[in-house]
């Protein structure tokens, strides 16, 4: 299969829960798969109104804000769940078209806006309908959601003491054991008695900050205090976490002030708030009900020229920030209280301020010039230097259809000779480029730019827009996807027809585009990108590959191959021919592979055979002569073999002959072996690695250690890491495990560009990668957005 692993792009449906203990949702209410996942997983989820879409802001700005918010949460390790309310069924975690829908519809005025009183209603009438704070609480807090992240709390209005008109926000919050982040209560409203209100129902009001300091909305001052104050997520996380110990049924409420860089700004929007408070209370408009808020903001967006959505914008990013990372913090509470110290798997990530009114880690910057980035319709941003990248990854980017035939009730059979069968068609996003730098992306720190970059080709047609806009939506940049010249050129696409049981039957892979790529332009965009690590797929063709490799042994830049498939294995060995009589005993010219058992074979088959003859070269024997194995080393391999029957393959099979024979082509080998678990092959030397050269075999361990004899003190190292154990029954998509390990390995090497020289290092990177593709093994996606709370 020329590739692997798909991310699948179904419209949300009702997805029962995986576990028979889980809640059973209304028939009506229908949980994204991603949501879904995550709630069983007791990963971290942020609860998002959709309110901001339907009301809140004009378009295209609410749009994009959803957009933009949902890629804030992901890139601090948690999974969004934007809800709304489709023809009357309440949706957890919406796809970008059905939030699209709902722009469209609340342009037209078909969406309500709907509260506690308008749910039940809206639903049995099937209606749109935009969730406010208060039907957002409920909605999550049925989901199981523990952190909701919002703009502004609604609250006691200014009059309310005679009028009685009080947000339903504030009961549902007492209602409802869900912590809300916002940036305080609307400074239209009357902040004093809002507070007293909360102090009633008993709900706690903490200040996310360094002072006790109630913010209001737009300000970060509302000459209010707060009982009390947290300045980190831990804190705030462990607030929720021994409420819900206790039972109690109330929720919590976490007032962030807006970022520093709009403080400035704030005193001339709340004159021009009290100006729209005045002019409503002339016109009649204050005794509206729930047409009073989206007037009030309205009328102060004009009267600041537009200032006061920008400052919008800026705090909803913000609370969206700070609820993933007490969404992360308390999803690894829970797990630590459930599984006992230390064995929490979240950390909380520190990532840097992202900039308001951006998506973070994603750009649209053009690298090879401006014709040469796919067109969307995301509105363009400024033409600036694009920003250098830590890792590139070069290869596939792609669509996969998938064709899933069910069993007809007659004959048992799932497909029919010479005609159509019923069952489900997905579309996907694949490529196995695409899919590594997805999984890297999510296990590297958050930035305000990714320091991954994904260099692919791309037609000019609808699945390069589709390819486009969902790299955008997950967070990744896309300054690195590259139009192909030929208008007429399609994007990789990949279709396949699957049997009933998931195995492939066949397909048809359109991948010229990917071999299009010229080595000249892929070599133009990593000197534009100056990277540390290169990572490229065998999609693309031997002379890309040979020009990349070449310009990156010439910057002293690491490279790491994935050879995609047997056949496709060997596009790395024209680049290592070319570069053997420029390469030393000490240094392999790629520094990193990683094929699995068949394609080392063919690799290894290939490089001996006449059309390369690679094993006769003087730098290849040079480089095993002072290797200097002999007996001892292969004494321990036999121990090793002997010890497990499961590892007798390593000698049986050839592995460690033909890994070996490799090293001087790559200087690590990380072999894939499926339920075998990983083998890692490497070479090294005394002056690079002094704790592997303090190293000796330890059969316990798996791990054989080689020492040369000759100056160089070169060193051969073994070692096998057994498969991480997973259920049987819990596996979901099994394409996808390989792309995921690779890319967590390249994100090790981002953080500690010298893992593998370190026996501790090397260990936590393969561990990691193993995790990470075990719980893709568990995902419908392409690369489990789970993974993220791996770090």
């Known amino acids: 299969m020329l590739l692997r692993a798909r991310r699948l792009l179904p419209l949300p449906r009702l ?13 009506f209410v229908d949980i994204a798969r991603e949501v879904q996942d995550a709630l069983h997983a007791g990963a971290p989820v942020v609860a998002l109104e959709s309110t901001i879409i339907t009301h809140g802001m004009p378009y295209p700005t609410n749009l994009s804000t959803a957009l933009s918010v949902e890629g804030i949460v992901r890139a601090h390790g948690a999974i969004p769940a934007t809800i709304g309310i489709i023809e009357g069924r309440v949706k957890v975690g919406m796809e970008k078209q059905l939030l699209e829908r709902l722009v469209q519809a609340s342009q037209d005025g078909k969406v309500v806006k709907v509260s506690r009183r308008d749910v039940g209603p809206v639903i049995a009438l099937g209606k749109d309908g935009g969730t406010t704070c208060s039907a957002t609480l409920i909605f999550a807090a049925l989901a199981g959601i523990k952190v909701f992240a919002t703009g502004g709390l609604g609250g006691v209005h200014r009059g309310g003491e005679s009028s009685l008109d009080i947000s339903a926000d504030l009961h549902e919050l007492a209602r409802c054991p869900v912590g809300l982040v916002s940036a305080g209560v ?28 109630f913010p209001a909305f737009y300000s970060p001052t509302s000459g ?65 009900g729930k047409e009073v808020t989206p007037w009030l903001l309205g009328r102060v967006g004009e009267l600041t020229g537009g200032g006061s959505l920008e400052s919008n914008v800026a705090l909803i990013e913000n609370t969206a920030k700070i609820g993933a990372q007490i969404a992360v913090a308390h999803s690894g509470l829970v797990k630590e209280q459930r599984d006992g110290p230390g064995t929490s798997t979240f950390r909380l990530p520190v990532p840097a301020q992202p900039k308001a009114s951006s998506s973070v880690s994603t750009t649209s910057l053009p690298l090879l010039g401006s014709s040469s980035v796919v067109n969307s319709t995301a509105p363009a941003p400024p033409h ?37 069968s019923p069952g489900r068609v997905s579309l996907s996003l694949g490529g196995v480029a695409r899919n590594v730098a997805e999984a890297a992306y999510r296990l590297l720190p958050s930035t305000s730019v990714s320091p991954v970059t994904l260099v692919s080709p791309v037609g000019q047609d609808a699945f390069g827009r589709l390819l486009f806009d969902e790299l955008q939506r997950i967070g990744m940049r896309t300054d690195g996807l590259v139009h192909d010249a030929d208008p007429q050129q399609r994007t990789a696409v990949c279709n396949m027809v699957m049997d009933a049981r998931g195995g492939l039957v066949g397909g048809v892979a359109d991948m010229g585009v990917v071999e299009r790529l010229e080595g000249k332009r892929a070599v133009q965009a990593l000197a534009t990108l100056r990277p540390k690590v290169v990572a490229l797929d065998a999609n693309l063709k ?32 024209p680049a290592i021919a070319s570069s053997l009589s420029s390469s030393t005993v000490q240094e392999s010219p790629v520094t990193f592979a990683s094929p699995n058992l068949l394609e080392l074979k063919h690799l290894y088959q290939t490089a001996r055979s006449d059309a390369y003859d690679l094993t006769s070269h003087p730098s290849w024997w040079h480089t095993i002569d002072a290797f200097s ?13 002997r010890r497990e029957q499961a590892l007798g393959f390593l000698v049986d099979g050839g592995v460690f002959q033909m890994a070996v024979n490799l090293l001087p082509f790559f200087q690590h ?13 490497m070479r090294t030397n005394a002056a690079a690695s002094p704790i592997w050269a303090s190293e000796r075999s330890n059969i316990h361990t798996r791990s054989i250690v080689a020492h040369g004899g000759t100056s160089v003190r070169e060193i051969v190292v073994l070692k096998h890491f057994p498969a991480t154990s997973v259920d049987p029954a819990a596996i979901v998509n ?25 026996t501790r290092t090397m260990d936590e990177a393969i561990d990691l990668a193993q995790r990470s593709a075990v719980m893709t093994l568990q995902s419908a996606n392409a690369v489990s957005p789970l993974i993220s709370g791996l770090v």
């Open 186 to 213: 609307k400074s239209i409203l009357d902040i004093g008695r809002t507070l007293e209100y909360l102090e009633t129902l008993g709900v706690p009001v903490l200040t996310y900050g360094d002072t006790d300091d």
């Open 629 to 641: 194995l002999g007996s001892e080393f292969r004494t321990d391999l036999e121990h090793l073999a």
């Open 669 to 681: 080998l990380i072999i894939k072996c499926g339920e075998l678990g990983v083998i890692v092959v």
């Open 224 to 288: 209010f205090k707060s009982s009390y104050s947290v300045n980190d997520p831990t804190s705030a996380a462990r607030i929720l976490h021994t409420q819900s110990l206790l039972s109690m049924p109330t929720g919590a409420l976490f007032a962030a002030p807006i970022p520093a860089a709009y403080h400035a700004a704030s005193s001339k929007i709340q004159a021009a708030v009290e100006q729209a408070v005045r002019e409503s209370e002339e016109n009649g408009m204050s005794t509206r």
């Open 384 to 420: 600036t230097t694009p920003t250098a990248a830590d890792l590139v990854v070069l290869g596939a980017a792609a669509i996969d259809i998938t064709a899933h035939p069910l069993p007809t009730a007659d004959t048992g059979a799932d497909l029919q000779a010479h005609s159509t």
């Open 15 to 27: 997805h029962r829960p995986l576990s028979q203990h889980a809640p059973r949702f209304p028939p």
């Open 542 to 573: 031997s002379e890309a590959i040979k020009e990349v490799v070449k310009w990156c042994r010439e910057h002293r830049v690491k490279t790491f191959f994935e050879p995609t498939s047997v056949t496709k294995s060997t596009a790395i060995l």
């Open 734 to 758: 099994v394409t996808g495990a390989g792309d995921s390990l690779v890319g967590s390995i390249l994100a090790s090497l981002v953080r500690s560009p010298s893992a593998f020289e370190d």
